[in-house]
Structure formats: structure tokens, C-alpha cells
């Protein structure tokens, strides 16, 4: 396979692996919630990183752009 095509393929896969994947949470601290004499609830503080859909697309269009090329140039 070409390098063109094997990058447009890993492009391609990503993109819509990306696009049913909406995002990553990230969990910095536990904050206390609540404290009744010797017991605490806690909870942590989640700091969501939303990957867009855009991004996506943009990879897939890429993938698929480069697959192309790829399959049509030819070998000398």
C-alpha cells in the first residue's frame, strides 16, 4: 500500500471513531459536598473537553481525499 493510502485510511478511521466519541472528561479535584459530623460525601470535579464534530468531518473528508489520490496515481 501507499504511504497516501495507508495515512488516508488511519485519517478515515479516526475521524469516525472521533465522531461516536463525543468528548473526555477530566477529573481534577473531589470537592466535598456535604459533612455530617463524622461523615463527608464528595464528589469530583469533572472538566469535560468536547471534541467537535467539525473536526471530525474534516478528518473523514481528509481520509477520504488522500485514499483517492492515492489510488490514482500510478506506479512508475
Known amino acids: 500500500m ?6 488516508g485510511l488511519i485519517l478515515l478511521i479516526l475521524g469516525v471513531a472521533v465522531l461516536g466519541y463525543q468528548g473526555v472528561v477530566w477529573v481534577t479535584t473531589r ?4 459533612r455530617v459530623g463524622p ?4 464528589a469530583n470535579r469533572e472538566h469535560p473537553i ?4 467539525i473536526l471530525s468531518g474534516i478528518a473523514i473528508v481528509a481520509g477520504i481525499a ?3 489520490a492515492g489510488a490514482g496515481k500510478r506506479a512508475t
Open 66 to 68: 488522500l485514499l483517492i
Open 2 to 7: 501507499k504511504t497516501t493510502m495507508v495515512i
Open 50 to 53: 468536547p471534541i467537535a464534530p
Open 31 to 34: 470537592d466535598t459536598v456535604a
Open 39 to 42: 461523615i463527608e460525601v464528595q
